[in-house]
């Protein structure tokens, strides 16, 4: 067994040992040499401008009358195109029942004749079958129904042309949903 003075002298030694290597690391970093960072550090104040350039001095705001000379219409009033044609769709006869439904949410599903008159079947949103023929209108541009085979259905549309405010043709059809 070893003594329990040998022990505490063995760690005042080793205490020793310890400041010593410490003392011999901290004397190793403070040397006086410098290197790149203190070099950086020294030089970098002499690349700085001294001068900041002044701010632009800044106008005073004057507002501007929209439309001062009255060429220009209004933008916040709303405008329609004024139609020169001769085609224009008749408003004042009385709507069908087809007529609320645009032509996408319709469904041509099948044809029958009777008295050597061919009707469509047409399948609504709403899932009724309703009936029509040549000359019916279908769909909210007064749609005129021109021809009924059994592919599908030809329609004659008159919508207003957003640019001239025209009244213009435009076919349609509606196709046999199998």
Do not use: H
Request: charged share 20%; net charge negative; hydrophobic share 40%.
């Amino acid at each position: 067994m070893m003594p329990a003075n040998f022990i505490t002298k063995f760690n005042s030694l080793l205490k020793l040992i310890f400041v010593a290597v410490l003392g011999v690391y901290l004397a190793a970093c403070s040397g006086d040499k410098g290197d790149d960072l203190d070099k950086f550090m020294a030089s970098a104040a002499n690349d700085m401008s001294k001068g900041v350039e002044p701010l632009p001095e800044v106008l005073p705001y004057s507002p501007l009358q929209y439309n001062a000379d009255g060429i220009l219409s209004d933008p916040f009033k709303a405008r329609k195109a004024t139609s020169k044609s001769a085609l224009q769709p008749n408003t004042n006869r009385p709507k069908e029942a087809l007529e609320a439904y645009p032509l996408e949410s319709l469904k041509y599903v099948g044809s029958m004749s009777k008295l050597k008159l061919t009707y469509a079947l047409i399948k609504t949103p709403d899932n009724t079958i309703q009936q029509i023929k040549v000359g019916n209108y279908i769909g909210p541009n007064y749609g005129l129904v021109t021809q009924i085979n059994e592919s599908d259905i030809a329609i004659k549309e008159i919508v207003q042309d957003d640019l001239t405010g025209d009244w213009v043709e435009r076919n349609a059809s509606i196709n046999l949903q199998e």
